[in-house]
């Protein structure tokens, strides 16, 4: 019956973004990722799902570079990549909203934005100077075009609200040439008003041809926003399944008992 | 009248309550330290007038300025959540390896004081670099408990230190060294305090206007996510750890100019005295938040506490008591600012 319907968004192309081929990860004597392999199109919003412990954030953190496979190749746009710290994989246009967020809690809104890439020019040829100036004027840009609206910038993120402080963390996403954004939970901590206004953000930023890997606990979320759904159960992949052929129920069979 | 009264009503609630408003903010922005330092300094002119003369204030500042150099160094590693229980034996080390070089450098060649003078604080330099080094090293790659690791270090440093030396104070140093290191005073300012100035506009520089110095902030703010944002964290915290000890190491040199011999027991009270100043200045213990113009002002306050209970015959003994009673209070209020921070939230 789903396939009578047209599908709201463009159909996932077929053409392979990220590649992820035998991803094998080993914690002392705990496999988390036993041979892990996945494809995530472009301009496509795939969703990761899982029990607690399957292994998705360690999977996530092994495509955004925070951690490096034992086994395993990684290929973007085709091309072999070899990502090795979060730079690689940001140079490579992969940006990663990680399952804490990742903020630094006694910084302000645009010192976070810009962490670990900040804004600096040369003075005499050799001494760094911070563009402070320009930082918190590209952060109200960036935020402008997100339609994120914040009260105030130069606070540390702690006297935030959890919605603020997601907002801040995605916004940390866009920064540079982005093209796949990765989400761990990233509506896990939030309000339904709240996580709303991520989905829809999700969206739009899909439609400008962003591709996203997102995992989530939240059924319906997945449900709602994605092209495909992959499944994994103690570090294995189970499948990945077109979500407008399947049901929830058939995913969390597969969560559960590991079978399509 | 009753109007008057009325508007005197209102008046006052509203005067204290944005006085309050305002201390509180200050509070939350620069801790406790505005509000002590001016205690300190209305109390200690009340009680002893001799206090606010020019010529007391420009001893203090002199005094305050090897340990506004160090307190700048012990900054650094509370910055990134640490702590450096070694720099009074860094100092100490320092001290006797700067009069042994000068020393024998100068018995080489009498007439070459300045050769002896640039050698002696070169190997200052070197060895401050070096025990940072490991310090750094022994934190960040081998996951040392920081206190642990100084602690360890205060014990070797000193050790080394007082074997070179023999325990005796190490004579034979340029006089030129303590006529400029310590007692020239280009422009009517003491040549320790040039120095101190000079430590500081680099801090200033390096913390608030590099990368460098932002990332220093964040991985004391939170080393993980700093992790995931690409920050090598290990380089970092071992550069935070040099340039403390570097930085130590020229109050070495600048005490050691000052007391004419290498002392192997030197500036023994200055870990503790540099941890209540920077703590007093609103650094904190968990990391990540701390202004080193207030650091200055934080050593110059001890140094200014020092002074005064000086003035005021407070034996050394008991001042003792009062430098370990303001170090608890300085932690104590640390926690309430930060949990008041967190608060801030909620409103
Ligand atoms: N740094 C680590 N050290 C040791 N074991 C780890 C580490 N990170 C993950 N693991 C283990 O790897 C397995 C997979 O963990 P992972 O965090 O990837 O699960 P997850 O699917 O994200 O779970 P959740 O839904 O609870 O977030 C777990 O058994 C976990 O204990
Ligand atoms: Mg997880």
């Given at each position: 019956m789903d396939q009578v319907l047209a599908p709201s968004r463009p159909a996932a192309g077929g053409t392979s973004l990220l590649k992820a081929s035998g991803i094998v990860k080993s914690f002392g004597g705990n496999r988390a990722l036993n041979g892990v392999s996945l494809d995530v199109h472009e301009n496509e919003i795939m969703a990761l799902v899982g029990d607690n412990g399957a292994g998705k954030s360690t999977l996530v953190k092994i495509l955004s570079g925070a951690e490096v496979p034992d086994e395993g190749t990684i290929h973007v746009s085709g091309r072999l990549a070899a990502i090795q710290s979060p730079h690689d994989a940001h140079d490579l246009g992969i940006a990663t909203l990680h399952q804490n967020l990742g903020l630094v809690d006694c910084f302000d809104v645009p010192q976070n934005v810009f962490l670990g890439r900040e804004l600096s020019t040369k003075i005499l040829g050799v001494l760094p100077l911070l563009r402070r100036a320009e930082m918190v004027e590209r952060t109200k840009a960036l935020l402008r075009e997100l339609d994120i609206r914040m009260p105030y910038l130069d606070r540390p993120v702690s006297t935030m609200s959890g919605g603020q402080r997601q907002a801040v963390a995605i916004s940390r996403l866009l920064l540079g040439d982005i093209k796949l954004i990765i989400m761990d939970e990233p509506m896990a901590a939030l309000g339904v008003h709240e996580g709303q206004k991520v989905l829809d953000l999700i969206q739009r930023l899909s439609l400008r041809g962003i591709s996203f890997l997102i995992v989530s606990h939240n059924m319906e979320h997945v449900m709602s926003i994605s092209n495909r759904v992959a499944v994994l159960k103690n570090g294995n992949l189970v499948g990945v399944v077109p979500t407008e052929r399947t049901t929830r129920q058939d995913i969390t069979s597969m969560i559960i008992h590991g079978r399509v | 009248m009753s109007e008057r009264i009325a508007v005197e009503q209102k008046f006052l609630p509203d005067l204290l309550g944005r006085l309050s408003s305002l201390a509180r903010r200050i509070f939350l922005a620069g801790g406790i330290l505005p509000i002590v330092l001016v205690v300190a300094i209305v109390g200690f002119a009340i009680a002893e007038p001799r206090f606010l003369t020019y010529n007391n204030l420009f001893n203090v500042a002199r005094a305050s300025s090897f340990l506004v150099v160090v307190s700048m160094g012990q900054m650094l590693t509370l910055l990134v959540r640490g702590i450096d229980m070694s720099i009074g034996s860094t100092e100490a080390l320092v001290s006797v390896c700067v009069a042994l070089v000068m020393a024998t450098v100068l018995a080489g060649d009498p007439n070459a004081p300045w050769l002896a003078i640039a050698a002696g604080i070169g190997a200052g330099m070197a060895i401050g670099a070096a025990v940072g080094a490991i310090n750094g090293i022994g934190i960040a790659v081998f996951n040392v408990n920081p206190f642990i690791m100084t602690v360890g270090m205060l014990s070797i440093l000193s050790g080394i230190a007082l074997t070179v030396s023999g325990g005796m104070p190490m004579y034979g140093m340029p006089k030129q060294f303590g006529e400029v290191f310590a007692y020239a005073a280009p422009l009517g300012i003491p040549a320790p305090v040039w120095v101190a100035g000079g430590v500081f506009l680099i801090m200033y520089y390096i913390l608030n206007w590099t990368p460098f110095g932002r990332r220093i902030y964040a991985l004391g703010g939170n080393i993980v996510a700093s992790r995931l944002a690409g920050i090598s964290t290990r380089l970092h915290m071992v550069m935070a750890y040099v340039m403390c000890s570097v930085i130590v190491a020229v109050g070495g040199v600048l005490l050691t100019a000052r007391v004419g011999t290498g002392e192997?027991?030197?500036?023994?009270t200055h870990v503790l005295e540099s941890i209540t100043a920077v703590v007093i200045a609103g650094v904190s213990f968990f990391g990540g938040i701390g202004r080193v113009g207030n650091v200055v002002l934080g050593a110059f306050f001890v140094t200014l506490v020092t002074n005064g209970m000086n003035l005021l015959r407070v034996p050394s003994y008991q001042q003792l008591i009062v430098l370990g009673v303001l170090l608890i209070l300085a932690v104590v209020v640390d926690q309430v600012r930060i949990k008041m921070m967190q608060q801030v939230r909620a409103e």
């Open positions: - | 192997a027991t030197l500036a023994s």
